[in-house]
């Protein structure tokens, strides 16, 4: 494969740029950079694809973790069991990628977007405020569940998965969508590793493209992870509520063209 234009590396860029905005508020910024990257990289496998966007991703989620911890400093007993399970599913998918048939799972994902998107939205008060439902080893145990479930599907596809995070931390243990971000973050980033290791001892990481994309989504991730601490969970949430919508018309476009 030839290497990119000097022009598609900017486009790529300011892609990688917005995209790890994105990301860092409530997850999705695979919305953006995957798209980028299979327009610039036509002839590219998608294994490829997933890997150097996973570089990228990489990149971004490590800035806006730390930039999370250190401003909303969330509670390591959740964060620490939930990022080392989403490390665990991330791998297992990501070796499950080349064996899942996409146009399968997009149908399921949507739907579940849009029950996500109606239940957020018909409660105003969700989110608000940091309202735990479970506690002690209950509450580990779904925390433990959502790293699993959420890491698995970022390995072995990914566009969404700090999203899904953020809600299932959110809507199921309760969580404020502030802190929500911040946790969504650092598991977000396990499973970005997780998923690249596997990647890259396949060889299928396209390492300048990658590194490039990565350091402006770095950029963007640190910029968004400093305006969502500073606006708070009011505008994390309608954030999320766009970001949402925008991935619910990606998906039903996708599934129309496929049933067509």
């Known amino acids: ?50 890997a150097t966007n996973k570089l990228a991703g990489t990149c971004g989620t490590s800035v806006s973790s730390v930039t999370y911890y250190r401003r909303v400093r969330p509670d390591p007993a959740t964060f620490l069991p939930l990022m080392g399970v989403a490390f665990v599913g991330s791998a297992a998918g990501a070796v499950a990628a080349s064996h899942i ?38 509450h580990l145990g779904a925390a433990v569940l959502v790293g699993l479930l959420v890491g698995f599907y970022d390995g072995a596809l990914g566009p969404g998965t700090g999203s899904f995070f953020v809600f299932t931390l959110v809507g199921l243990l309760g969580y ?36 490039v994309v990565g350091v402006c989504n770095l950029l963007g991730s640190y910029l968004g992870a400093r305006v969502a601490v500073s606006r708070g969970s009011r505008f994390v949430r309608v954030f999320f509520v766009v970001v949402v919508a925008a991935f619910i018309v990606k998906l039903a476009s996708d599934v129309v063209q496929q049933v067509l």
């Not at 798209?35 to 490829?48: E, G, K, R, Y």
């Not at 799972?105 to 105003?124: C, D, H, M, R, S």
């Not at 404020?176 to 001892?201: P, Q, Y």
């Open 1 to 50: 494969m030839h290497d990119p234009s000097t022009w598609t590396l900017g486009l790529l860029a300011l892609a990688g740029l917005f995209a790890g905005f994105v990301d860092a508020v409530v997850g999705g910024g695979g919305l953006v950079q995957l798209p980028a990257l299979v327009i610039a990289f036509p002839a590219a496998a998608p294994v490829q694809v997933l």
């Open 176 to 211: 404020s969508f502030l802190e929500a971000s911040a946790k969504a973050r650092i598991a977000n980033w396990a499973t970005n590793v997780a998923a690249l290791l596997v990647f890259a001892a396949q060889g299928a990481v396209l390492w300048r493209v990658g590194l």
């Open 101 to 138: 048939v996409k146009p399968v799972f997009e149908p399921v994902i949507l739907v579940a977007l849009v029950v996500v998107g109606a239940y957020v939205l018909l409660k105003p008060d969700l989110g608000k405020a940091t309202e735990l439902r479970f506690a002690g080893r209950r």
